[in-house]
């Protein structure tokens, strides 16, 4: 058990040194981009991670875990937020409207996106531009403009977010 823990601290770890640098280096905004710097870049825990926990739940999102971590790191999120949000809005994508895409109770679930990885990409940036830089830097703050007036959706979101990984958020929960 501690093996696993020191290697999973030593991966973010250069996980992270990965993402400082290649921030400073500039990123292309082309998801094709990422994934060919991604796959050079060899394995990334945090993709199989998410396919294994969506795979427990049958979600359909599984096969996508790639494209929430390339657009999490693509928009400075935590890769488990919107997959979290899924979880709350929809049991991962398993409850939604027909041929909808709408995992995240997007609209009220009035939305529809063309694909999953559109709706991925979609809800990612959104969520970084319309909540995070405006001052929405947690989860509870997330939630006042994004599920009112529920008290109990932060929450939801964060056991969800822990039961991912237990590693802490890249940003506050409170």
Known sequence: MRKIIIYILITGFLLFLCTVTTRAQGVSDSSASLKIAAAKGGFDYRVENLREFLE?????????????????????????????ISGVESTFGKRIP???????????????????EDSIAHVSKTLRIAYIDRGAASIAK???????????????????????DFLPLDFDII
């Open 56 to 84: 427990k739940y049958n979600s359909p999102l599984a096969v996508y875990a790639e494209e929430f971590v390339t657009y999490a790191d693509l928009n400075g999120l935590d890769y488990r937020l919107v997959p979290s």
């Open 98 to 116: 027909a041929d909808s895409y709408n995992a995240y109770g997007w609209a009220n679930g009035e939305y529809s996106f063309t694909s999953w």
């Open 142 to 164: 997330i939630a006042k403009r994004y599920a009112p007036p529920s008290v109990t959706w932060a929450g939801k979101v964060t056991f969800f977010v822990k039961k991912i």
